[in-house]
């Protein structure tokens, strides 16, 4: 069963800094990777979606990488900005057969503060 | 070009009566996901659906749950005889096609509170 993990599960960072989110994972059988971030209240909106086949995705003051075989990836976000604060999600999706390509398993989340 | 819509946003509904959530999702896309979260818990799949067909519902829970995407109109979820535990927020997903390398857009959600 895959399980993905998160850390830190929270981060307070003054502004200007730059910060990287962890997510592990267990099962190295993935076909994607994709960050979220989600806002208090709100819905979840794609950050960025790594191919296992990829090392890294970015867009603009985000970059993402990713480790398949030792099930790990990094999400780096440079300069950060108070607009930036906000739940950062990770989900896998399974490299399977079937139907079950449909799932994804998230981790707990980042919560992340950025303070003026 | 509208994003993936869910309502109602806030859905009140006392304990025994019947939820019904809708999904509609991005033109253009035929694939649907339902996920769910609970206080203090993250995401957990409950539901893959295309048009008319369920793809997966190993995540939705034996009794009480049911969902449907029909031809026409929005995909629903349906929760009966709703109980307190059901209060999560409920979100849908949707992408252009099956297959693992279509990245999802999520909608806003709909949170039922059961009172």
């Known amino acids: 069963k895959q399980e993905v993990t998160q850390i830190p599960a929270a981060l307070s960072v003054p502004e200007g800094e730059n910060l990287v989110l962890n997510c592990s994972f267990t099962d190295s059988a993935i076909y994607n990777l994709q960050w979220f971030r989600q806002d208090p209240g709100k819905g979840l909106t794609s950050l960025l979606l790594i191919q296992s086949s990829q090392r890294e995705q970015t867009s603009g003051r985000l970059n993402a990488s990713l480790d398949k075989s030792s099930g790990r990836s990094t999400l780096y976000i440079a300069a950060s900005q108070p607009g930036d604060s906000a739940t950062y999600l990770c989900a896998v999706r399974p490299d399977a057969g079937g139907t079950s390509y449909g799932k994804l398993t998230f981790g707990q989340g980042t919560i992340l503060t950025v303070h003026p | 070009n509208a994003g993936v819509m869910q309502n109602p946003r806030h859905l009140v509904r006392r304990r025994g009566q019947e939820a019904r959530l809708r999904c509609s999702p991005m033109k253009g896309h035929s694939h649907v996901y339902w996920y769910r979260q609970l206080p203090e818990e993250g995401l957990k799949f409950m539901v893959y659906?295309?048009?008319?067909?369920?793809?997966?519902e190993s995540g939705m829970p034996k009794e009480r749950f049911s969902a449907e995407f029909p031809k026409e109109g929005p995909s629903i979820l349906r929760i009966q005889q709703v109980v307190r535990g059901d209060s999560a927020a409920y979100f849908c997903?949707?992408?252009?096609?099956?297959?693992?390398?279509?990245?999802?857009?999520f909608g806003s959600g709909t949170r039922l509170t059961v009172v």
């Open positions: 997903a949707s992408s252009p096609r099956g297959g693992a390398n279509y990245g999802y857009t």
């Open positions: 659906l295309q048009k008319e067909n369920i793809i997966d």
